[in-house]
């Protein structure tokens, strides 16, 4: 689980901000003409006098209107099977669904426009697969998936909000989080990727596992991946955020499909440690920089605000760190 790091985060927030609010005022305006039911009265305007704090509010903000929303309307306040109408009514005014449609006006700002501003390349859930957003001649091809990090389900308020919007991968998405609550008041559980990653705190290691230690270590079929803490203690020592966030994307479990790339590093720096030392010396002289040297060498990003750039840049850097760091 990554960082998501942009340069200009408070300003595509404030755009993302800018360009749905006419929209959304647009729909509110004419139900509040409409509704002479109070509790609905309310609730548009609720919606409306705070529409730029649901849409830009920081993720521990949300919390705050969470709760407001909860001691105004808390009688209506349930999840989508339980209370339709309510649903219904802020899922028509806030209206993810036509968001994220593909067939939305391309120059209209959508879900295509947000994760092309947002130029995330690769999931920060899993740091495994590819998230880039292409177009050609303005049709719209692929985008990555925008996870509702607080369930649309259950917190529909929240189905339009910047930091409640995180591109990912369909995997971790639709297979892995479905709609595993996660409450705004229990933030602190988790880790959110715009306001973390597991750093040092959830650092990637290996173990070898080989019964008969007389083969090499750096078979991919001798090891096995590892979360641990800055102590190296198991994944049960760790934070419980990052517990938590490893449980519901399955983390260790699917990378111990990629101990090749663990046994690829190893081979490099231990069995062919003479050669590869050199070789790694030779760019000295070239006056490049640490990140420079790793990145010619392993193909990956050396610091923690690039590995949005490319798969298993966590793994690589935690796993170089530990055999030459
Ligand atoms: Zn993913």
């Excluded at 004419?30 to 849409?55: A, R, V, Y």
């Excluded at 426009?113 to 177009?135: D, F, G, H, M, Q």
């Excluded at 231990?270 to 760019?283: G, M, R, T």
């Amino acid at each position: 689980m990554i960082k998501i790091h942009l340069e200009n985060e408070d300003e595509i927030c404030e755009k993302h901000y800018l360009s749905c609010k006419d929209a959304i005022l647009g729909r509110i305006e004419p139900k509040l003409d409409d509704s002479d039911i109070s509790d609905f009265h309310n609730l548009l305007n609720f919606i409306k006098q705070k529409l730029e704090e649901i849409l830009t509010k920081k993720p521990d903000g949300l919390a705050t209107i969470h709760n407001d929303f909860v001691r105004q309307f808390g009688s209506i306040v349930k999840p989508k099977k339980d209370n339709i109408q309510t649903y219904n009514l802020i899922d028509e005014i806030l209206n993810y669904t036509s968001f994220s449609s593909k067939a939305t006006n391309s120059t209209k700002w959508d879900a295509y426009k947000l994760a092309e501003a947002v130029n995330v390349s690769v999931c920060p859930y899993c740091n495994r697969l590819y998230t880039n957003t292409v177009t050609k001649d303005e049709k719209k091809i692929v985008r990555p998936d925008f996870d509702h990090f607080f369930p649309k389900s259950l917190y529909p308020l929240f189905q339009m909000s910047f930091y409640n919007l995180i591109p990912s991968c369909t995997i971790c998405n639709s297979r892995l989080k479905g709609n595993r609550h996660v409450n705004p008041n229990e933030l602190h559980n988790y880790v959110h990727p715009y306001l973390s990653g597991f750093g040092e705190d959830g650092r990637f290691t290996y173990k070898d596992i080989a019964k008969d230690k007389t083969h090499a270590i750096s078979s991919k079929w001798n090891l096995r991946i590892e979360i641990t803490n800055k102590k190296k203690q198991k994944l049960d020592d760790c934070k419980l955020q990052i517990k938590n966030n490893c449980a519901m994307f399955k983390i260790e479990e699917i990378y111990q499909m990629h101990t090749d790339v663990v046994a690829d590093m190893i081979d490099r720096c231990h069995k062919y440690n003479d050669i590869y030392v050199d070789f790694l010396k030779s760019f000295d002289s070239l006056g490049l920089s640490k990140s420079e040297i790793y990145k010619i060498a392993f193909g990956n990003y050396y610091n923690s605000k690039d590995f949005q750039k490319r798969p298993l840049s966590k793994l690589t850097r935690d796993i170089y760190d530990e055999l030459l760091g």
